[in-house]
């Protein structure tokens, strides 16, 4: 079983940067591919980006190609999510999950944990 936190996020200005942390606990870590989802308001949770259990392997919503880029650190149990250029159309409460699917797996429901949620909201 794996346990995420999430930190990072808060209030930006459009064309600035945040950064996401997902932390895990559990020695099992390694196994899992994480996928990172967001959710607007009013509106379905969706996918963002994930990166295979290795790190070698990295997937992207066309909506943040070029943007946004997903990296982890096996070493200590984490998955960022750096986000650049921010628009308005990018608040929202963003998620890290874990999965045992293909890395570029981008459902719901291929990912079995999932962390607390973390908002961003950007500014004009």
């Known amino acids: 079983q794996v346990q995420l936190v999430q930190s990072g996020g808060g209030f930006e200005q459009a064309g600035g940067s945040l950064t996401l942390s997902c932390t895990a606990s559990?020695?099992?870590?390694?196994?899992?591919?994480i996928g990172w989802f967001r959710q607007a308001p009013g509106k379905e949770r969706e996918f963002v980006a994930s990166?295979?259990?290795?790190?070698?392997?990295?997937y992207y919503a066309d909506f943040v190609k070029g943007r946004f880029t997903v990296s982890r650190d096996n070493a200590k149990n984490m998955v960022s999510l750096q986000l650049t250029t921010l628009k308005q159309d990018d608040t929202a409460v963003y998620y890290c999950?874990?999965?045992?699917?293909?890395?570029?797996?981008?459902?719901?429901?291929?990912?079995?944990?999932w962390g607390q949620g973390t908002q961003v909201t950007v500014s004009s």
């Open positions: 559990g020695r099992t870590f390694i196994r899992y591919n």
């Open positions: 999950a874990a999965g045992t699917q293909s890395f570029y797996a981008s459902g719901l429901n291929d990912y079995d944990y």
């Open positions: 990166i295979s259990w290795d790190g070698l392997s990295t």
